[in-house]
């Protein structure tokens, strides 16, 4: 069986339209409860959701589907993603659901599904639930007195709170310090500003409006102007930008200059190695990490662990060897030791305990390495392979060979549209220039070949 619905974090469409309308998501809960119902107890299934308009319709629904299935149903409204997968956790819930797009506008949204550990389904388990979609589910359905009943959770945001202050040292503050924090008008724009201040520090927020219509809207960490200009304006000393779910962030330093995941995840690395807490010996990082990262890493005796793009792929690969830290250039930043998905507003509080303890500006501090010019091309076809005509082939291995360790070409198909996604990283930038040209040009001639 083909997967339809599933992608790399869970299923994501247009809002009102299939597969993210009110039908598949009454289904959905039909065929998850389906498939965590595996016992007599009572089955209790925890669900958050950001603040899109959609919302308000697929929180419902799933509600509805859950219910019917016989699954008790926690509500606790907009919250993280990843305080949905820690009270997942902690509640000893059998699934947790997530409602958001993540970094997406508002006309869209998705639905991310957590196992009774907090952490994200397997392609196995997604399949599985698919094939039930698929299906009749009749048998699925409770009787009348097995149905499950929905309650909320009042509490739920004062819980987050508290989880994300103990991951910063004891015995530091963070007083005399001005952050500002962007929350993207989304899930962190309650929880995030009160988690900073209450570390004492004077903050700044921006973003904590949502109107159901702005999350995302021209702030948040896909667009970081707006925060790097208050940064400069207010004299202040770190900005934090999370995106919708506030599973992932990018940073401003006190100049305004942007500081991404491949940065965050140096600076933490070699903290954690320093103070003997980095496990595995290593990071794990996606594909589209720099590779000034990995040789920064090298040169400490570290290794860079490379997979498929996702957190979901970042997370299992950290299990599976061992390593304690992973992340995405984007900003997702998985830390085992506090959590099992990407939190933003964590790994924010990691790179302020070490700001606090060098004093030393985030400008310094959070400088380790000094990335290879990389570009991205986005080229769409018609259809087809051209990734897998000849031409195409041999052009990519004659480019890897004049890079000669130089650099590095990432070529991959696009899972959810007809786009081929070109990366070159190269430690020139002639050289970068010359090898994305050559590249395009005979993947377009390919694409367009009969």
């Known amino acids: 069986m083909t997967r339809r619905l599933f992608g790399t974090d869970g299923i994501r469409g247009t809002a009102n339209k299939a597969p993210m309308d009110a039908a598949t998501a009454l289904r959905l809960g039909q065929a998850a409860g389906r498939f965590f119902n595996r016992g007599s107890?009572?089955?209790?299934?925890?669900?958050?959701?950001?603040?899109?308009l959609s919302g308000y319709m697929l929180e419902p629904a799933l509600t509805a589907g859950f219910v019917s299935a016989g699954m008790d149903v926690v509500l606790v409204g907009p919250?993280?993603?990843?305080?949905?997968?820690?009270?997942?956790?902690?509640?000893?819930?059998d699934l947790g659901v997530m409602v958001s797009a993540s970094h997406n506008p508002f006309e869209d949204n998705g639905i991310k599904l957590f196992g009774p550990e907090g952490l994200k389904l397997s392609d196995a388990d997604e399949m599985a639930i698919e094939?039930?979609?698929?299906?009749?589910?009749?048998?699925?359905?409770?009787?009348?007195?097995?149905?499950?009943?929905?309650?909320?959770?009042?509490?739920?945001?004062g819980r987050y709170i508290e989880a994300a202050k103990q991951t910063f040292p004891r015995g530091l503050t963070l007083e005399g310090m001005r952050i500002v924090v962007d929350c993207a008008h989304g899930a962190g724009y309650k929880v995030a500003p009160t988690v900073l201040w209450e570390l004492g520090a004077e903050v700044v927020p921006i973003g904590v409006t949502p109107d159901g219509f702005n999350i995302n809207k021209g702030c948040g960490s896909t667009h970081p102007g707006p925060l790097a200009d208050l940064v400069r304006e207010r004299r202040a000393d770190l900005g934090i930008a999370l995106d919708g779910d506030a599973d992932r962030l990018v940073l401003v330093d006190e100049e305004g200059t942007v500081i991404d995941g491949d940065q965050i995840l140096a600076l933490i690395a070699e903290r954690w190695h320093a103070e003997g807490r980095l496990r595995g010996d290593g990071v794990?990082?996606?594909?589209?990490?720099?590779?000034?990262?990995?040789?920064?890493?090298?040169?400490?005796?570290?290794?860079l662990h490379r997979t498929a793009v996702g957190d979901r792929y970042v997370s299992e690969?950290?299990?599976?060897?061992?390593?304690?830290?992973?992340?995405?250039?984007?900003?997702?930043?998985i830390m085992s030791d506090f959590g099992t998905t990407g939190d933003g507003l964590v790994a924010a509080l990691q790179v302020l305990a070490l700001l606090v303890e060098e004093k030393?500006?985030?400008s310094e501090a959070c400088r380790r390495f000094t990335p290879l010019p990389q570009k991205l091309n986005n080229l769409r076809h018609s259809g087809g392979k051209p990734l897998a005509r000849p031409e195409v082939k041999a052009a990519i291995a004659a480019e890897e060979a004049e890079l000669n360790g130089k650099g590095r070409v990432l070529i991959r198909e696009s899972g959810t549209e007809p786009v081929i996604r070109v990366m070159v990283e190269a430690e020139e930038e002639a050289m970068l220039d010359r090898t994305m040209l050559r590249l395009t040009d005979i993947i377009r001639a390919a694409a367009n070949a009969p």
């Open 41 to 52: 107890y009572r089955h209790r299934v925890i669900i958050g959701k950001d603040t899109r």
């Open 79 to 93: 919250l993280p993603t990843p305080a949905i997968a820690a009270l997942t956790r902690s509640m000893r819930a």
């Open 131 to 157: 094939r039930l979609m698929a299906g009749d589910l009749t048998d699925a359905l409770a009787t009348p007195g097995r149905l499950g009943r929905a309650s909320r959770l009042e509490d739920a945001p």
């Open 284 to 303: 794990v990082a996606t594909v589209m990490s720099n590779m000034g990262l990995e040789r920064m890493l090298e040169a400490k005796g570290l290794t």
């Open 317 to 333: 690969r950290m299990r599976e060897i061992g390593c304690n830290l992973g992340g995405e250039q984007s900003g997702h930043m």
């Open 360 to 362: 030393r500006p985030a």
